[in-house]
């Protein structure tokens, strides 16, 4: 009996040991997720910035610049829809263990999406000033 518990206490540890590879991807994965959570967090102000980009244009005309930032502003919500839909987050102890390239590679498409993100607020602002 007692070497019955030994052998399910030792698979179990196996099993789930925190491994070094582990504890980091699931910091890589919290990094991932922080990117996308700071970014999503600013889609509110992107749908609202188009809409007085697109009243400025019913107001004054349409010109280059502000149908090139409405473009942005859609553009870096699409792609931001595109990378949700994408991403799988690694669910299971075994996936987390062995996803280090894909969450780096995430992670680089996050910081994209998030990056023309900000620059489309930007242009957007500067133009509604």
């Not at 910091?27 to 188009?50: C, P, Q, S």
């Not at 590679?105 to 607020?121: G, Y």
């Amino acid at each position: 009996m007692t070497h019955r518990i030994l052998i399910t206490i030792s698979i179990f540890l196996l099993v789930f040991a925190v491994t070094p590879a582990f504890a980091d991807n699931n910091e890589l994965a919290k990094e991932v997720m922080d990117i996308h959570d700071v970014a999503m967090a600013r889609m509110t102000d992107m749908h609202e910035l188009k809409l007085q980009l697109l009243a400025l244009e019913k107001k004054s005309g349409p010109t280059e610049q502000t149908t090139a930032a409405i473009n942005a502003l859609q553009d870096a919500s699409k792609g931001m829809m595109v990378w949700m839909r994408q991403y799988k987050h690694p669910k299971t102890p075994a996936e987390l263990q062995n996803a280090q390239e894909y969450l780096l590679s995430e992670k680089v498409k996050i910081q994209e999406v998030s990056d023309a993100m900000f620059s489309s607020i930007d242009t957007a602002e500067k133009l509604l000033k």
